[in-house]
């Protein structure tokens, strides 16, 4: 069964540097998105992203976040300067169809960011 | 405003036993989806299901959307089923974001 794959697994930053988080949708999907979890906490929807535009995002997704497709499979998160209260697991999701259309979203393993 | 509520927050169960977690949403959804979050902190899929009853060998979800809640049964309970369920939900009216409760923690003792 497809998936939707992540890298890295983990990664440890020192605050202010940039960090660089990547998925690979599953390969017939046309929405992707990035939500994060801090540790405890709920799981939060970042952004949305279709036809290699931000299609929504939410109030934490403010200017040092930047989202790209790059390529035709691969789908990044850009923290620019991160922050302590960066520190999350980060999870990609991609969804086949339009929102429009009742459709699962399929998440990936996700990617343990710590910001020291 | 737009919330999804999960209870009980916390349950410890003897292995065997079956248990009933329950899901709220204050709106209208399209979209609803069941997760276990394991150790690792993987969110595993375990079902989509914006309405109707669907089965998964010992795991069954039911989701009654006109009255807005939908609830996950476990039953014969084993130890792998410790961890978090999720319910998240995306909402009518046009966004594409998953709205996710806070989460029910399950504890499954041998």
């Known amino acids: 069964e497809p998936e939707v794959t992540q890298t890295p697994s983990h990664q440890v930053t020192q605050m202010g540097q940039e960090v660089i988080l990547r998925c690979v949708p599953i390969s017939n999907h046309l929405y992707f998105y990035w939500y994060r979890q801090i540790l405890g906490q709920k799981v939060e929807f970042l952004v949305s992203f279709y036809n290699n535009e931000i299609s929504e995002k939410s109030e934490i997704f403010d200017d040092q976040f930047s989202v790209e497709r790059p390529d035709g499979s691969n789908f990044t998160l850009k923290i620019r300067s991160t922050k302590l209260e960066d520190s999350a697991m980060y999870f990609c999701a991609s969804s086949g169809r339009s929102h429009l259309y009742q459709e699962t979203q399929y998440f990936g393993p996700g990617t343990r960011l710590l910001v020291l | 405003g737009i919330q999804v509520e999960q209870s009980p927050p916390d349950l410890i169960l003897q292995e065997g036993a079956n248990s009933t977690l329950r899901c709220n949403f204050s709106d209208s959804v399209n979209n609803l989806q069941w997760f276990h979050q394991n150790p690792w902190g993987q969110l595993i899929n375990l079902f989509y299901?914006?309405?109707g009853t669907k089965q998964n060998g010992r795991l069954s979800a039911t989701t009654v959307a006109t009255e807005r809640y939908s609830l996950l049964y476990i039953s014969s309970s084993q130890t792998t089923d410790s961890g978090v369920y999720f319910c998240a939900v995306k909402f009518q009216g046009g966004s594409e974001k998953l709205v996710f409760g806070k989460g029910m923690k399950l504890t499954v003792n041998p």
């Open positions: 299901i914006p309405s």
